[in-house]
């Protein structure tokens, strides 16, 4: 059986409300002490105490759960996709506008929520950090040809997550109320920059 299988139980399994929830937490404190990387779907059952099959059953692969666990929307996914589509070209304003599309449907988008609470629970730090390195910075420095692509990707992370605090949580005006539009275009080339502009 590989983490990324996928399994179905008819009949009992259907009720299992209460089994669901235990593996959500224990994955969520497991995903933040040890990281995506290091936790395994074998060690998430043991210490929920169930069978690995049953968290296949609900959350079909290791990525589902973890998607579950920040309560990832499914369509962010294909969002991030669109984002590395298409190459380093005009990516500064993809990513800003694919961000700001989908963090505006919703205050539970999982970009929000983790850095809404990331300050004061070290758990929800570790998954934000986890969830940005392995959606955005590892994939950013990967087009990157450059000795820096670590430092250039992570200045991008330092732009994304200084517009989601001040959008979404401190809101402050006018980039609270600001059109997904105008801020691709302002905060784009930024991005842009920091990604393939010349080294300072």
């Given at each position: 059986m590989t983490e990324n299988g996928t399994h179905g139980r008819p009949g009992r399994w259907r009720s299992g409300a209460e089994s669901r929830q235990r593996i959500l937490e224990t994955a969520r404190e497991l995903f933040?002490?040890?990281?995506?990387?290091?936790?395994?779907?074998?060690?998430?059952?043991?210490?929920?105490?169930?069978?690995?099959?049953?968290?296949?059953?609900?959350?079909?692969?290791?990525?589902?759960?973890?998607?579950a666990v920040i309560d990832i929307a499914g369509s962010v996914p294909p969002a991030i996709e669109s984002i590395f589509a298409e190459g380093l070209d005009g990516i500064g304003e993809r990513i800003v506008r694919t961000l700001v599309a989908?963090?505006?449907?919703?205050?539970?988008?999982?970009?929000?929520?983790?850095?809404?609470?990331?300050?004061?629970?070290?758990?929800?730090?570790?998954?934000?950090?986890?969830?940005?390195?392995?959606?955005?910075?590892?994939?950013?420095a990967a087009l990157l040809d450059t000795p820096d692509a670590a430092l250039r990707a992570a200045m991008v992370n330092a732009q994304i997550l200084g517009l989601t605090v001040a959008r979404y949580i401190m809101r402050?005006?006018?980039?609270?109320?600001?059109?997904?539009?105008?801020?691709?275009?302002?905060?784009?080339?930024?991005?842009?920059?920091?990604?393939?502009?010349?080294?300072?």
């Open positions: 933040g002490r040890h990281g995506y990387g290091a936790t395994s779907v074998r060690a998430i059952a043991t210490a929920a105490g169930v069978d690995p099959a049953m968290v296949f059953y609900f959350f079909k692969t290791k990525q589902g759960l973890f998607s989908n963090l505006d449907k919703s205050d539970r988008a999982p970009l929000v929520m983790l850095t809404r609470s990331a300050p004061t629970d070290p758990q929800s730090e570790a998954l934000l950090r986890e969830f940005i390195d392995r959606e955005i910075t590892d994939r950013l402050l005006e006018p980039l609270a109320s600001a059109p997904p539009g105008e801020l691709a275009g302002r905060f784009g080339p930024l991005l842009q920059y920091c990604l393939t502009g010349p080294p300072s």
